[in-house]
């Protein structure tokens, strides 16, 4: 099936430093989503992309959809300990499914040192 | 207004059990989808139900799940005769028509399996 290639899997970052991850895939995709999801909860939607070239901020937080549409990319500039937790992105493929059916990459998760 | 509700937030049953797990969804929200989530994995697509229909199955096992959604009520997640491996995080999300505007993930229901 579809699959989404997410990295990095992991990042340990002091508390002011920008944060890039970013999010592959082999097939084509109409949209792009980028979720927070903290333990014991489910994910926390932070920004949506729907047209290729798309670049999107949401306060610290800025996300891109690739021209090619099969990627993404999420910025954090000046992280702060809250933002501790697992960034997933996600996305509808433009060759498959009901409108309902999400792919989720495998997560990044993000610890901040204070 | 509450968000999507999911119970319990922790369900423990031993093999051979059945597990059911509800879901309600966001008022004015008539589509709901299931997904599964295991340890260190995003989550996976399972089912997307209208009120009464299963629009969308193509995620589900093919034996010993089931889901549904009457007309009133919640939407119920079956699980027949568990196993080990049906051990992980199950969440629901609801939208308010099809596609992904107001798309809205529950907390989640943790499934142990003993």
């Known amino acids: 099936g579809q699959q989404l290639n997410q990295s990095p899997q992991s990042m340990f970052i002091q508390e002011g430093e920008d944060v890039s991850m970013n999010c592959t895939s082999s097939?084509?995709?109409?949209?792009w989503l980028w979720y927070k999801q903290e333990p014991g909860e489910g994910p926390v939607l932070l920004i949506a992309l729907y047209k290729a070239g798309e670049l999107t901020s949401n306060g610290r937080l800025t996300a891109q959809f690739g021209i090619t549409r099969k990627d993404s990319f999420l910025n954090i500039s000046a992280s702060i300990p809250s933002d501790v937790g697992i960034y997933f992105c996600?996305?509808?493929?433009?060759?498959?499914?009901?409108?309902?059916?999400?792919?989720f990459g495998k997560g990044t998760k993000l610890s901040v040192k204070p | 207004n509450a968000g999507v509700m999911q119970n319990p937030r922790h369900l423990v049953r031993r093999r051979g059990q059945e597990a059911r797990l509800r879901c309600s969804p966001m008022?004015?929200?008539?589509?709901v989808y299931w997904y599964r989530q295991l340890p260190e994995e995003g989550l996976k697509f399972m089912v997307y139900l209208q009120k009464e229909n299963i629009i969308d199955e193509s995620g589900m096992p093919k034996e010993r799940f089931s889901a549904e959604f009457p007309k009133e009520g919640p939407s119920i997640l079956r699980i027949q005769q568990v196993v080990r491996g049906d051990s992980a995080a199950y969440f629901c999300a609801s939208s308010p028509g099809r596609g992904l505007v107001g798309y809205t993930f529950g907390s989640g229901t943790r499934l142990t399996v003993v």
């Open positions: 996600a996305g509808q493929a433009a060759d498959g499914g009901s409108q309902g059916n999400l792919i």
């Open positions: 008022k004015g929200h008539s589509h």
């Open positions: 097939s084509i995709f109409n949209t």
